[in-house]
C-alpha cells in the first residue's frame, strides 16, 4: 500500500510535474490569439494525459491503463487531423 | 539508476517545451516548442518507465508499442496543423536575417 502512495515514488512525482504544467498550458488553450494557437495546446495536453496514464498504470500495477493510453493518442491523431482540414477550408 | 537519470531528462524536456509554448511570439515557434520537446519528453519517459517495470515481457512490449506510437503520430499532426495554419492566414512574425547576423 505504502508503493501505491504518489508522494514516496519518484514517478508520481513526475506525474504531479506532468499535472501542473498541463494545468499551466490551459492558459494557451483558453486565451490562445488564434485557433491554432488553441489546436496546439490542445494538443500538448493531451500528449502529456497519455503520459499520466501510463505512470498511473505503472504505479498501481493495474496494466489495462496502457490500452486506455493507446486509444487516447489514436482520437488525439484523428481528432488534430481533422482539426487541422477544418482549419484549410474555414477562412 | 539509469531509469530515474531518463525520468530527470524526460520531465525537464516537458518543463521547458511549456516554457517554450507559453513564452514564444508565434504559431509556428510555439509548434517548434511543442513537437520537440513533447515528444522527446514523452518517449523517454516511456522508455524509463519501460525500464523501471517489473511486469513480463508482454507488457514491456505494451510501453515501447506507446513510444513507437507516439513517434509516429506526433510530428504527422504537427505538420498538419502547420500546413493549415499556413492555409488559414497566419503569416509567420519571425524572421531570420542571417546575413545581417554576420555583418552588423
Known amino acids: 500500500m505504502v508503493e501505491e502512495n504518489l508522494l514516496v515514488n519518484p514517478f508520481g512525482w513526475a506525474a504531479i510535474i506532468l499535472v501542473a504544467t498541463s ?3 490551459s492558459y494557451r488553450v483558453l486565451f490562445g490569439p488564434t485557433l491554432a494557437d488553441r489546436i496546439v495546446g490542445i494538443n500538448t495536453v493531451t500528449t502529456k494525459t497519455v503520459v499520466i496514464l501510463a505512470i498511473f498504470g505503472f504505479i498501481a500495477k493495474e496494466y489495462f491503463f496502457l490500452d486506455l ?4 493518442l489514436m482520437v488525439n491523431a484523428v481528432g488534430g487531423l481533422i482539426l487541422a482540414k477544418y482549419m484549410e477550408g474555414a477562412k | 539508476m539509469i531509469e530515474y537519470f531518463l525520468l530527470l531528462l524526460g520531465e525537464s524536456i516537458m518543463v521547458f517545451g511549456t516554457l517554450g509554448i507559453l513564452r514564444f511570439p508565434d504559431v509556428y515557434t510555439r509548434l517548434h516548442a511543442a513537437t520537440k520537446c513533447d515528444t522527446g519528453g514523452a518517449m523517454t519517459i516511456l522508455i524509463a518507465l519501460a525500464i523501471a517495470s517489473e511486469a513480463p515481457l508482454l ?3 505494451k510501453f515501447l508499442v506507446l513510444a513507437f506510437l507516439i513517434a509516429l503520430i506526433n510530428p504527422m499532426v504537427s505538420h498538419a496543423i502547420a500546413r493549415g495554419a499556413y492555409k488559414y492566414g497566419i503569416k509567420p512574425e519571425v524572421v531570420v536575417d542571417m546575413y545581417a547576423w554576420d555583418n552588423p
Do not use: E, G, T
Request: charge should be positive; charged fraction near 10%.
Open chain 1, 69 to 72: 493510453a493507446i486509444v487516447l
Open chain 2, 59 to 61: 507488457i514491456k512490449l
Open chain 1, 23 to 25: 494545468l499551466i498550458l
